[in-house]
């Protein structure tokens, strides 16, 4: 069982707020390398400026440390409905032009129709997407060509169109040593068929390779993964809002409602448990909600307790991760997201 504690206030929104902040920042890195590792995308609440500058507060998402074949690169990641941000700061303490990162992503292949549906760790031409970024400047768009396969630039068919964006700037510390910063934007669907196709919430399929001129050796993420076999890649996992309506109807004067949407952007069902808690500690309540996969599930908290108002806290426990949402009526809106607990208490 992954247990993640929060504590919501329905009764005032900045406590609302402020244990949803609390969430985040006490949001482990991600650890897991065996298998397909996982990466997770934060609903993005800025839009970053893709400088090679991280600017103060541009990056609203918890650093997250993946392992590349013995080094530990740190990461970022954001998305909103139209496109993806990722931040990378680097180990690779020289500055050289031909430092290289490409990203490779697979999506499954339900062309030309926007897709809920996850990465299917098939290669299938035209329908994946790789974006190349040299330190140099220099920025290659390319997609995955039907049998024997490999990878080529987008620009080389009629129509393709170079999309995405990058920037590198290398930061010297105090101390040192200085290090790659790099910032990119994708678009998760774009004009270009030969880009992704995806939407916000879906799963996509993730191999990384950085490369370092100075010692001419590549870096690859999942360790030891290739780019022409998307069963060796990790999990990149994608947040979603939702457009609530919240149900007027049924607010009480005076009251503060909270706003509940679920979204299980996973391929496993998953139970989700909530507790809720007055502020004394007694337990109200218990509610059990089956989540099927790419299912979303929306509700009142009050609603799922039974009371027609509650102050309290809301304990969630969860045996697959999701993404969810909480909007205090027609105020706020914020996302939350349900990963693994790594750690003791
Ligand atoms: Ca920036
Ligand atoms: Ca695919
Ligand atoms: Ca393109
Ligand atoms: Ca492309």
């Known amino acids: 069982m992954k247990i993640v504690k929060i504590g919501i206030g329905l009764s005032a929104l900045a406590f609302l707020l402020l244990s949803i902040s609390v969430l985040h920042a006490s949001l482990p890195p991600v650890k897991s390398e065996g298998g397909n590792p996982d990466l997770y995308s934060y609903f993005a609440t800025t839009v970053p400026t893709i400088d090679g500058v991280f600017g103060s507060g541009e990056w609203q998402a918890p650093w997250q440390t993946i392992t590349m074949d013995g080094l530990s690169f740190d990461l970022r990641i954001i998305n909103d409905d139209r496109f993806l941000y990722m931040a990378f700061s680097t180990p690779d303490t020289t500055l050289n032009d031909n430092d290289g990162l490409w990203l490779y992503f697979d ?3 339900m062309f030309p129709e926007p897709s809920y549906r996850n990465h299917d760790h098939l290669l299938t031409g035209y329908s994946e997407d790789m974006k190349h970024s040299r330190a140099d400047g220099y920025f290659a768009d390319n997609y995955y060509p039907p049998p024997p396969g490999g990878w080529l630039l987008d620009s080389g068919l009629p129509g393709g169109t170079d999309d995405g964006e990058t920037a590198w700037g290398f930061i010297t510390p105090d101390p040192g040593p200085g290090h790659w910063l790099i910032e990119v934007k994708l678009p998760l669907k774009s004009s ?5 196709n995806a939407r916000s919430g879906v799963i996509l399929g993730l191999h990384i390779h950085y490369f370092d001129h100075s010692i001419a050796t590549s870096y690859f993420w999942p360790s030891g993964s290739i780019n022409i076999d998307a069963t060796t890649w990790g999990n990149l996992w994608t947040s979603k809002t939702y457009g609530a309506s919240v149900p007027h109807a049924h607010d009480v004067p005076g009251q503060w409602v909270a706003y509940l949407g679920l979204m299980n952007t996973g391929t496993s069902a998953s139970t989700v448990v909530f507790s809720f808690y007055d502020d004394l500690g007694n337990l109200l309540g218990v509610t ?4 099927n996969p790419n299912a979303h599930y929306g ?6 307790l039974g009371a027609p108002s509650f102050v309290g806290s809301i304990y969630i426990t969860s045996n697959q991760p999701f993404c969810g949402q909480l909007n205090q009526h027609d105020a706020a809106m914020t996302q939350f997201a349900m990963y693994p607990f790594i750690g003791t208490n």
């Open 288 to 291: 059990t909600i089956p989540l």
């Open 299 to 304: 509700n009142w908290v009050r609603v799922i």
């Open 192 to 196: 270009d068929r030969l880009d992704l």
């Open 107 to 109: 999506e499954d292949e």
